[in-house]
């Protein structure tokens, strides 16, 4: 029996289903995940279907979540959807249930849960999602709530298809969801919308980015968040930034957090930095990835590694 045919067998067996994602979602975390969330309650009335998480007022537009209690994991299937490694799972009972799946697109570094379908070449996990419907597209309904949430998600890995990672299939799902009733211009123009304090921001960003043999980098520190009225999870809005400078190749963008270790956030148009991402306490795409510094000593480290990858590219 291949993977999907176990998963939707999984799902088909079980009367309460919880779907979790990765904590500090992005589009495509909350949208796969409701978008999964509500092409199960739409196929499986009968069924108790949640989704949990931490609510995020700035992602609400795609889902909300459920509260549940600890007893409500007893004989679930938990689904945990667009998360590489288990630590980064938001709400710890994720364990909790009686069978635990792993649906992603990260590279599978970290393995987890009983049943894994993992696929790195795919666009993002809401892309997977709907390639799931559609494999059981004669057992399952994709309702348009579904669809807005996964074109979300879509929109938001590819960055509104900009991304080397948007292939022919991506252009082909994005097309069945808006068949299916994703208001695309709606959402488009809806991730495309920053804050005030996010654009004056982005000014800030251009003025003082530092570039070195194709290697951007900018460190916000504390004092310079408070000046823009903006918070750490605002600063999402200016990451994709840099790449629009033709004279940058990858970028490091270091955002303090309250116990004084930065998070990164490392982008690339060319040269792979997931590898550099996994030696400071993090991971992810070969364009895209996460990582952690713990002063400035490290972020200097970064700097110098990260300029070390974008010359060796251009040679």
Do not use: C
Request: hydrophobic fraction near 40%; charge should be negative.
């Amino acid at each position: 029996m291949d993977t999907l045919a176990e998963i939707y067998n999984a799902i088909d067996k079980y009367s309460k289903i919880i779907i979790h994602r990765h904590q500090r979602p992005d589009p495509d975390a909350i949208g796969s995940q409701v978008g999964l969330a509500e092409i199960l309650k739409a196929s499986f009335p009968y069924k108790e279907i949640y989704v949990v998480g931490k609510d995020i007022p700035s992602l609400d537009w795609i889902g909300t979540m459920d509260t549940v209690d600890g007893d409500d994991y007893n004989n679930a299937l938990v689904i945990v959807t667009d998360t590489a490694n288990a630590p980064r799972v938001d709400d710890r009972r994720f364990d909790n249930g009686s069978l635990l799946i792993k649906i992603d697109h990260h590279p599978n570094d970290e393995p987890f849960g009983d049943l894994m379908w993992v696929r790195p070449e795919a666009s993002s996990t809401s892309e997977m999602i709907y390639d799931f419907y559609q494999h059981f597209a004669k057992q399952l309904v994709l309702p348009k709530k579904a669809a807005d949430a996964l074109y979300a998600g879509i929109i938001g890995d590819t960055g509104r298809f900009l991304y080397p990672a948007t292939s022919a299939r991506t252009m082909l799902v994005a097309g069945a969801l808006m068949a299916a009733g994703a208001d695309a211009a709606a959402i488009n123009q809806r991730e495309n919308e920053i804050s005030l304090a996010a654009a004056r921001l982005s000014a800030y960003v251009y003025q003082n980015l530092q570039i070195k043999d194709g290697a951007g980098y900018l460190v916000l520190e504390q004092a310079t968040l408070d000046e823009f009225g903006i918070t750490e999870a605002g600063t999402s809005a200016i990451v994709s930034l840099p790449g629009r400078i033709s004279d940058v190749l990858a970028w490091a963008i270091f955002v303090v957090q309250g116990d004084g270790h930065y998070r990164i956030r490392l982008r690339s148009k060319g040269p792979e930095i997931n590898g550099l991402a996994k030696a400071h306490n993090g991971g992810g795409h070969p364009l895209a990835s996460g990582a952690q510094a713990a002063d400035h000593a490290e972020i200097n480290q970064v700097i110098q590694e990260l300029t070390t990858l974008t010359k060796n590219f251009k040679k």
